[in-house]
Structure formats: structure tokens, C-alpha cells
């Protein structure tokens, strides 16, 4: 009985250890994980970012030179789950220097929807739209999109 009662006051002390235990869990498939002092980039942001430049880079008709006001943000579905949205707008490259800047959306469904134009702006712009309080997001999105040339 002695000795099954100093195992028992044993396995207390062990388990009642201050020493934390290392982390060795992996990132998530598309989550970077930050060095101490830096916030890690949400796995949602990481896929939606590089669904956006691959989509533009697939899709040339109006490949974009610059990119402004890019944000995350997301609705509740009405089952209640979030659906994350990237909205920003484009500079198209255009020769002729008339361009003018586009509205885009890229919506993480079970891929991804790209919308440009006024459909974009509307469902940008729409009010139950919860945006995130990430900073702008164009270099980011302008990396992704420079990394597929």
C-alpha cells in the first residue's frame, strides 16, 4: 500500500509540473508560422491570397500592374459559418496608360470564386460584411502574384 501511495503523490507532482511542454505541432497545409514578435498569417488569408494571384495569373485579359485597399473580411453563411472574402481593386497593365482601377473579390466557397468589376464592388460593399482588422494586404497579394511570373 506504501508504495502504490508514493507512485500516486509521484504521478500528482509530475502531472502539477510549472515546465510546459514543447510545442512540435506542424503548421496547418498553407499557415506560415511566425518568428517570435510576428503574428502568423491566418490559413484563410494564406488561401485566399494565393487563389487571387493565381487566378490573374491564369486569366490575362487584364493582368494587373498594381493592387490597392486589399482586405480580408468575411460573411456568416446561413448555416452559420464564416465565408471569408479577399476584396480590393486592380491597376489592369494597359500600353496606353488609360486604365483605370477594378474592383475584385475572391471568395473561398469549396475553392474559390473570383468576381471583377461591379459584381465585385457589390458584393464588397455589402452590409453584413465583417472585415478583419489585417493591414492592407496589396504587397502581399502584389508578392504572390510577382512569384508566378
Not at 508560422?33 to 485566399?48: M, N, R, T, Y
Request: contains cysteine; aromatic residues 10%.
Amino acid at each position: 500500500m506504501r508504495y502504490a501511495a508514493a507512485l500516486f503523490a509521484t504521478l500528482v507532482f509530475a502531472a502539477c509540473s510549472t515546465t510546459p511542454a514543447p510545442r512540435t505541432q506542424p503548421a496547418a497545409p498553407g499557415q506560415v508560422l511566425a518568428s517570435e514578435g510576428q503574428k502568423a498569417i491566418d490559413p484563410s488569408v494564406q488561401f485566399l491570397l494565393g487563389a487571387a494571384a493565381a487566378d490573374f495569373h491564369a486569366h490575362r485579359s487584364q493582368y494587373p500592374a498594381r493592387f490597392r485597399d486589399v482586405r480580408i473580411g468575411h460573411v456568416m453563411t446561413p448555416g452559420g459559418a464564416k465565408q471569408y472574402m479577399l476584396c480590393g481593386e486592380f491597376l489592369p497593365a494597359q500600353e496606353d496608360g488609360t486604365a483605370e482601377w477594378v474592383p475584385f473579390a475572391t471568395v473561398k466557397t469549396s475553392g474559390y470564386e473570383q468576381w471583377l468589376g461591379v459584381q465585385a464592388a457589390n458584393f464588397c460593399q455589402h452590409a453584413p460584411v465583417v472585415w478583419d482588422d489585417e493591414a492592407d494586404l496589396s504587397s502581399s497579394l502584389q508578392s504572390r502574384l510577382d512569384s508566378t511570373r
